[in-house]
């Protein structure tokens, strides 16, 4: 990495494990989706899973709610919001946390969505700008969210190609984005790492594996994923599945044969 502060590297050095790869748990949803299924009560959704979590994706008030402080693994703090599933516009979010209160709570790093062919493209994109400026100044990276919204046919290389190169220009030190089809377009045009979302539950367990082990074949270095953990029925068993394809390169098979035996195991 290039001309970094130490404070920055070693920022990313947490986020980023040694096999330059990574798993980051989200769990910021409520933000704007309120009781999401199977996160109504964060502590318990959090706990089991955090040990095998590289860093964890959160906002301040369920950090200080449902995370005990004696945590040491690493915080992404999500930073932005300000709208809500039943308001006029998922995409109109400002800054909701200051650079101060990131530091306060001893962050890794922040994260932010940026709502890329919406009406909320330009503020959106100014605030990952000024988000970038804060951050840079105390060497705090910032994570930026290439949000679809409920649009669901934006999840092309096209588009997420398009929104990853704006967000890593306009300084995001990672950039999370979801899989799809020819995600190498995607990898390729982004000069930062990029990791995957998972998205609402799919089908089955299978599906997960193969989009986390095909976007990692295609350049990712790693997931931001959620629901497709903490929603299945054994989640620490999927977390566990997803992890030695991020870690140890095992393929969609490896990881569906382990995930049956920790089921199994319960
Ligand atoms: C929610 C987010 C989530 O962090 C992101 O969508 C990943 O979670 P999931 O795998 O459940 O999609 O940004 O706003």
């Known amino acids: ?75 992404i703090l999500r930073v932005s919001g300000g709208t809500s599933m039943v308001g006029k516009d998922l995409a109109n979010e400002g800054i909701t946390t200051s650079m101060e209160e990131a530091i306060r709570l001893n962050v890794t790093a922040v994260g932010l969505s940026i709502f890329v062919g919406t009406d909320y493209e330009h503020e959106s994109l100014l605030n990952l700008s000024k988000l970038v400026d804060e951050g840079e100044k105390y060497g705090i990276p910032v994570m930026a969210v290439t949000a679809v919204g409920r649009e669901l046919e934006k999840r092309d290389a096209r588009f997420l190609a398009l929104a990853s190169r704006i967000a890593a220009e306009l300084g995001a030190r990672v950039v999370k984005t979801y899989w799809c089809q020819d995600f190498e377009k995607v990898v390729r045009g982004c000069p930062v790492p990029v990791v995957m979302a998972g998205g609402p539950r799919v089908d089955t367990e299978l599906e997960v594996f193969e989009f986390v082990y095909d976007g990692m074949q295609k350049g990712a270095i790693g997931v931001n994923l959620g629901r497709n953990i903490w929603q299945n029925d054994f989640p620490v068993a999927m977390i566990k599945a997803i992890r030695v394809i991020i870690h140890q390169d095992a393929s969609p098979k490896e990881a569906q044969e382990l995930y049956e035996n920790l089921k199994s195991e319960k």
Not at 10 to 36: E, K, S, W
Not at 47 to 70: C, H, K, M, Q
């Open 1 to 75: 990495m290039i001309s970094m502060d130490w404070g920055m590297k070693n920022r990313m050095a947490q986020l980023i494990q040694a096999d330059g790869h990574c798993l980051f748990l989200p769990v910021d949803h409520g933000y704007f989706q309120g009781p999401t299924r199977k996160l109504e009560e964060p502590r318990k959704t959090i706990e089991p899973l955090l040990p095998y979590a590289d860093a964890i994706f959160i906002t301040r008030g369920v950090l200080r709610s449902s995370v005990d402080p004696n945590n040491t693994k690493p915080i």
